[in-house]
């Protein structure tokens, strides 16, 4: 049985809501599935994201394939990079230095995110709070006799 790590739709119309489960590769969307790994509310940010790393970790040691989109919160979440770690041999206090400073840099990613953010939407309202200018006619000086 070939097992996949993707999301399991929940939530009332518009208003989705997915579990993140360890299912049979060839079981529906919404089918049975084999174990409930974690949640996601895309309606939130990082608040909306909760992940058993223990139980990712397991399902992803027993050869289960996440799907592309739980591939990408497990890196939103340093789960592959824990797990990688642990698979090169690493001891636990060189595990744990290496998942802070990764999250160090997240922070400032987002920070740096954030600033751009805020500098895009300041110049849109300078822009928009700013008259047009009149187009000034072009002046070239023709040489000629």
Known sequence: M???????????KKQPYYRIVAIDSR???N???LENIGTYNPRHDAAGLDIREERAVYW???G????????NLFKRQG???RRHLQRLGADDLKIQEATQQWQGLQAEKQKRREAVK????????????????????????ESGA
Request: hydrophobic share 35%; net charge positive; glycine share 4%.
């Open 118 to 141: 805020a500098q895009r939407k300041s110049k849109a309202k300078d822009t928009a709070t700013e008259p047009p200018e009149a187009a000034a006619p072009v002046v070239t000086e």
């Open 79 to 81: 789960i592959l990079l």
């Open 27 to 29: 079981s529906a969307r």
């Open 2 to 12: 070939a097992v996949r790590l993707r999301l399991r739709r929940m939530g009332r």
């Open 60 to 62: 992803l040691d027993r």
């Open 64 to 71: 289960a394939k996440p799907s592309e989109t739980v591939n």
């Open 31 to 33: 089918g049975k599935y």
